[in-house]
């Protein structure tokens, strides 16, 4: 028996499709798919996409990722970002570039990276005064891209270069939403936008790559995230030779800056809002922060007795996971849930959407860590990082990051809301809370 047509979701405009939809109201109008079918049809800008609602279904397109491959128009200008890396290579390119970058992320080497986070943020956080209300995406923005610079480059960068490199990335990151979604002709007009993200992804290249040239010229360097990448050889090479070349490793540094900034940046301002609006949940993590660290720096040795500080962060994730909504494009004919999909079709899954479905989590808006107390997350409705042989290669890198994190701003600062307008999430790669301004008062 046939399938039914796959339905499509009502309101698209001409040129834009649902484009301002997702601009204007992301999570509702993301929430609100599944009540269309398992699988529905909507329209970035121009381009048609099929979306899919199911999480079996989402997990059958995660595992056959030849057939559902990081290509199209939508990963092609999300280059402009992560380059040629891990996050948006083809599939043809993808196993050959996790094999050569697994080694800097095994877990024997988190405990080399995690003192790089909890320098950055104990420099941010000791910049504050009791009683001042801070921008908290601004905050933390500062905050993990620092961490993600020493984590890579332990050598001291210039200051300048350092800079530069901080506010090409901030353009980046706040430009390549508005830049995936729009029109190609509207991206190509000479605006002052498109003429700043144009400059700012050239440049951020070019910093990168002269970085990697210097050090490639004086392997004196200090242990890093760079200095691992250098030195990869490919396991299956009898001759054992370094083998990713200048261009590959910035392309892979790009991808990690995304990964290791705005990402954590969002789920740890995410988590300050929850908490600022839940004392008694706030009052518990302070609890073990206090007990665990007794006023010292958390290490890697501490995330063991971190539990509530892993629950908040991972309840956050599952309310607002970073990279909400992702796209693949079909490499052949195949089929999905009934339906047969020609090659070149768009194809979109939505970690948020799983993660907010009644079925699958009671009462999906509350914010209630002890859920995962006596729950472990499942790796169908569960995927802040993805699944299958595109999941996150930094996912404990940034959980680590993350929990250390929030576990030092526990134990330092009582975050408080403020009177204003209500914090909204920001349509941008990741779900970045909008207009979030708390109140820090020292411990």
């Given at each position: 028996?046939?399938?039914?047509?796959?339905?499509?979701?009502?309101?698209?405009?001409?040129?834009?499709?649902?484009?301002?939809?997702?601009?204007?109201?992301?999570?509702?109008?993301?929430?609100?798919?599944?009540?269309?079918?398992?699988?529905?049809?909507?329209?970035?800008?121009?381009?048609?996409?099929?979306?899919?609602?199911?999480?079996?279904?989402?997990?059958?397109?995660?595992?056959?990722?030849?057939?559902?491959?990081?290509?199209?128009?939508?990963?092609?200008?999300?280059?402009?970002?992560?380059?040629?890396?891990?996050?948006?290579?083809?599939?043809?390119?993808h196993r050959r570039q996790r094999r050569?970058?697994?080694?800097?992320?095994?877990?024997?080497?988190?405990?080399?990276?995690?003192?790089?986070?909890?320098?950055?943020?104990?420099?941010?956080?000791g910049t504050w005064q009791d009683g001042q209300l801070i921008d908290v995406s601004r905050e933390?923005?500062?905050?993990?891209?620092?961490?993600?610079?020493?984590?890579?480059?332990?050598?001291?960068?210039?200051?300048?270069v350092e800079q530069l490199l901080l506010t090409d990335l901030t353009t980046l990151l706040n430009g390549s939403f508005r830049q995936i979604v729009s029109p190609a002709l509207l991206n190509q007009l000479p605006t002052r936008a498109n003429q700043r993200y144009q400059l700012a992804t050239e440049r951020f290249g070019r910093t990168l790559r002269e970085i990697i040239g210097h050090r490639r010229t004086d392997r004196t360097g200090p242990a890093d995230l760079l200095s691992s990448?250098?030195?990869?050889?490919?396991?299956?090479?009898?001759?054992?030779?370094?083998?990713?070349?200048?261009?590959?490793?910035?392309?892979?540094?790009?991808?990690?800056?995304?990964?290791?900034?705005?990402?954590?940046?969002?789920?740890?301002?995410?988590?300050?809002?929850?908490?600022?609006?839940?004392?008694?949940?706030?009052?518990?993590?302070?609890a073990e922060a206090d007990a665990v660290l007794a006023g010292s720096l958390p290490t890697a040795a501490d995330l063991p007795a971190l539990r509530t500080t892993a629950n908040?962060?991972?309840?956050?994730?599952?309310?607002?996971?970073?990279?909400?909504?992702?796209?693949r494009e079909t490499t052949q004919p195949v089929e999905l849930g009934g339906h047969a999909f020609p090659t070149a079709t768009q194809v979109a899954w939505s970690?948020?959407?799983?993660?907010?479905?009644?079925d699958f989590y009671p009462e999906p808006e509350r914010f209630d860590p002890e859920r995962w107390s006596e729950r472990k997350p499942d790796r169908?409705?569960?995927?802040?990082?993805?699944?299958?042989?595109?999941?996150?290669?930094?996912?404990?890198?940034?959980?680590?990051?993350?929990?250390?994190a929030l576990a030092m701003l526990a134990a330092r600062w009582q975050f408080t809301p403020v009177a204003g307008p209500p914090v909204k999430p920001v349509a941008k790669s990741t779900l970045t809370p909008r207009g979030l301004r708390l109140r820090v008062t020292r411990r």
């Open positions: 028996m046939k399938a039914p047509a796959i339905p499509t979701v009502p309101g698209a405009l001409p040129v834009l499709g649902h484009a301002l939809q997702l601009l204007c109201d992301p999570l509702g109008f993301v929430r609100g798919l599944p009540r269309h079918g398992e699988l529905v049809r909507v329209r970035l800008g121009t381009h048609p996409v099929v979306v899919v609602c199911d999480p079996e279904l989402t997990r059958r397109l995660l595992l056959d990722d030849r057939s559902f491959d990081k290509v199209g128009p939508i990963y092609q200008r999300s280059q402009d970002v992560v380059g040629d890396g891990l996050a948006g290579c083809p599939h043809s390119r050569l970058c697994q080694p800097s992320f095994h877990p024997h080497r988190i405990p080399e990276y995690a003192p790089h986070f909890t320098a950055a943020a104990e420099h941010r956080i933390l923005m500062t905050m993990t891209m620092r961490s993600s610079v020493s984590a890579m480059f332990a050598a001291e960068l210039p200051s300048q990448l250098l030195g990869t050889v490919d396991p299956e090479d009898p001759h054992g030779q370094a083998v990713l070349t200048d261009h590959e490793i910035s392309d892979q540094l790009r991808t990690f800056f995304v990964a290791g900034t705005e990402t954590t940046a969002a789920t740890l301002g995410w988590a300050l809002h929850l908490l600022s609006r839940h004392p008694r949940v706030q009052s518990a993590l302070q908040v962060i991972t309840e956050t994730l599952r309310l607002y996971p970073p990279a909400w909504m992702l796209t970690p948020y959407l799983l993660h907010h479905r009644p169908t409705t569960f995927l802040p990082f993805g699944s299958g042989p595109r999941k996150c290669i930094g996912d404990q890198f940034a959980l680590t990051q993350a929990t250390l």
